[in-house]
């Protein structure tokens, strides 16, 4: 989308306004019309990607949604992913890494939950945390994390090589709309299960979590795989941001229904024979 540019030379996160709607001039109520009225291309396109794995068919597509919490990743997953068919769809979400998972190096559980050919995959979290949470916590050294931002260009080209299109996406939501959120979730007894004490401590390293993600960004922000940085103050916008990115990479590709290699007439007339 040409109003949503990628990170590029010069990108200054603390510029970007979180509430924001750059490219969409309606209200939410138009957005969730669109979004609605596109959930059914977007489900097209999809089977049709599905549908040519079937036949030898070996492009996919890896969606990586990164974002501070509350930032609206779960609602992009139902609102957005939510209109495709769940068998052509790979989705996982990242925690802490396990004891096994720390025994190899930083990259061998996402090769593990890679999307195979015909299907989308959907990291919430991701690689990325190598470089954001180890440079806020400093759970890795300086020249560790230095290193990893070229393995990363390296490993996503690699990915862009071999058949998948990669869209990395930030939701970028402000400290204030933040807090709104996860006061909604103590509010709400519905909500409670949501919510997380250790939140309050990440709130606290905010502006150094804004820092790694602004060198991050700028740092692996490539033609293989660029980032696009949502403003997601105003959920309903996210999700009409991630759809339109979404249908723009599928329309690329314009996957197509597979040839059969049997005469369709005649299955026609052997099926009416039973």
Same mark, same amino acid.
């Given at each position: 989308?040409?109003?949503? /540019?990628?990170?590029?030379?010069?990108?200054?996160?603390?510029?970007?306004?979180?509430?924001?709607?750059?490219?969409?001039?309606?209200?939410? %109520?138009?957005?969730?019309?669109?979004?609605?009225?596109?959930?059914?291309?977007?489900?097209?396109?999809?089977?049709?990607?599905?549908?040519?794995?079937?036949?030898?068919?070996?492009?996919?597509? +890896?969606?990586?949604?990164?974002?501070?919490?509350?930032?609206?990743?779960?609602?992009?997953? !139902?609102?957005?992913?939510?209109?495709?068919?769940?068998?052509?769809?790979?989705?996982?979400?990242? %925690?802490?890494?396990?004891?096994?998972? %720390?025994?190899?190096?930083?990259?061998?559980?996402?090769?593990?939950? +890679?999307?195979?050919?015909?299907?989308?995959?959907?990291?919430? !979290?991701?690689?990325?945390?190598?470089?954001?949470?180890?440079?806020?916590?400093?759970?890795?050294?300086?020249?560790?994390?230095?290193?990893r931002y070229g393995i990363i260009n390296e490993f996503e080209r690699e990915l862009s090589e071999s058949g998948t299109t990669v869209i990395k996406v930030m939701l970028h939501i402000s400290s204030n709309e933040q807090k709104v959120r996860l006061q909604e979730r103590l509010d709400r007894p519905d909500k409670h299960?949501? @919510?997380?004490?250790?939140?309050?401590?990440? !709130?606290?390293? *905010?502006?150094? @979590?804004?820092?790694? @993600?602004?060198?991050?960004?700028?740092?692996?922000?490539?033609?293989?795989?660029? *980032?696009?940085?949502?403003?997601?103050?105003? %959920? *309903?916008?996210? !999700? *009409?941001?991630?759809?339109?990115?979404? +249908?723009?990479? /599928?329309?690329?590709?314009?996957?197509?229904?597979?040839?059969?290699? @049997?005469?369709?007439?005649?299955?026609?007339?052997?099926?009416?024979?039973?």
């Amino acid at each position: 989308m040409s109003h949503l /540019l990628p990170v590029a030379a010069g990108f200054d996160l603390s510029a970007i306004d979180t509430s924001s709607t750059p490219g969409f001039t309606g209200e939410k %109520k138009d957005a969730e019309r669109e979004l609605a009225s596109n959930g059914a291309e977007l489900g097209g396109l999809q089977e049709r990607l599905f549908a040519e794995s079937r036949v030898g068919g070996t492009r996919s597509v +890896l969606l990586v949604l990164q974002a501070m919490d509350t930032a609206g990743k779960g609602g992009i997953v !139902r609102h957005v992913i939510g209109d495709t068919d769940p068998q052509g769809i790979q989705l996982h979400a990242f %925690k802490a890494p396990t004891d096994e998972e %720390k025994a190899h190096d930083f990259l061998w559980r996402i090769r593990n939950e +890679l999307p195979e050919a015909g299907k989308i995959g959907v990291f919430d !979290r991701s690689h990325y945390e190598d470089v954001l949470i180890h440079r806020v916590h400093g759970f890795s050294t300086p020249e560790v994390i230095e290193e990893r931002y070229g393995i990363i260009n390296e490993f996503e080209r690699e990915l862009s090589e071999s058949g998948t299109t990669v869209i990395k996406v930030m939701l970028h939501i402000s400290s204030n709309e933040q807090k709104v959120r996860l006061q909604e979730r103590l509010d709400r007894p519905d909500k409670h299960w949501k @919510y997380n004490p250790g939140d309050v401590d990440e !709130r606290l390293q *905010w502006d150094a @979590y804004q820092e790694a @993600y602004q060198i991050a960004l700028t740092r692996t922000s490539t033609v293989d795989a660029p *980032w696009h940085v949502i403003p997601a103050d105003r %959920k *309903w916008y996210a !999700r *009409w941001a991630v759809q339109q990115l979404l +249908l723009d990479a /599928l329309r690329r590709l314009d996957p197509q229904w597979p040839p059969v290699d @049997y005469d369709v007439e005649i299955e026609k007339v052997r099926l009416a024979a039973t």
